[in-house]
């Protein structure tokens, strides 16, 4: 993973972060952030390093385009999803609601878990919960099975995945940066988005 790339220090020295005159306010002007994602732990240093920074975003951006396409892929198939799993509109659009309702549950203990765990490991699991979840709903279960589905999508998309990827996304520049980076990640977000679309239709047909 890309996010290996990231260097963890947990021993900084007192020469490293002594400013003449004993001022440790001008730090972000170096680009360097460090911010505790476990409990003052492990302290995760970026440096100023502009490609490893992009490439970061970039991969951030693809996974954030792909990861819920699954759960809202009726806005965009819903007749065809509703000749697939053999549902009526009203349950289709109820499954919509599970989800919902689970992103709902989850935004706000989401964030405070991407305080406790390291958003690279939540990330990680995220992609391979959401796939293993989507392999799942490719079997076409019977209608609880895709009431559970789209329950667990508000979990891996949301709870392990959304803070984390802002929280990333954050912590890549300083406070005058936010705009262009995040910029960035929703439009790479919405591109990835439009790219991808069409493979979806085509593994929707495929599996009538």
């Keep these: ?54 490439v970061v975003l970039i991969v951030v951006s693809l996974v954030g385009g792909m990861i819920t396409k699954l759960p809202y892929l ?15 509109k009203t349950q289709l659009g109820l499954l919509l609601t599970m ?3 689970m992103n709902f549950i989850c935004y706000f203990p989401g964030g405070m878990l991407a305080d406790k765990i390291s958003p690279k490991k939540l990330i990680v699991f995220s992609c391979f919960g959401t ?12 209608y609880t099975s895709l009431l559970i589905i789209h329950a667990l999508f508000g979990i891996t998309t949301v709870f392990t995945f959304w803070a984390s ?15 262009k980076l995040f910029g960035f990640l929703e439009g790479g977000r919405g591109l990835v988005g439009t790219l991808i679309a069409p493979r979806f239709r085509i593994c929707i047909f495929l599996s009538l």
């Excluded at 009726?74 to 053999?86: C, N, P, V």
């Excluded at 990827?165 to 705009?179: A, R």
């Design 74 to 88: 009726k806005d965009i198939y819903f007749s065809t999803l509703q000749a697939a799993t053999g549902t009526t």
């Design 165 to 179: 990827m802002v929280k990333i996304t954050n912590n890549l520049g300083n406070e005058d940066e936010q705009g």
């Design 131 to 142: 796939g293993a979840v989507g392999l799942w709903y490719a079997t076409l279960p019977g």
């Design 1 to 54: 993973m890309f996010f290996d790339n990231f260097q963890c220090y947990t021993n900084v020295t007192l020469k490293s972060l002594v400013i003449k005159g004993g001022d440790f306010s001008h730090t972000s002007n170096k680009r360097k952030r460090i911010f505790n994602s476990q409990g003052g732990k492990n302290m995760i240093h970026f440096k100023s390093k502009a490609l490893q920074r992009w």
């Design 99 to 101: 989800y919902g309702l």
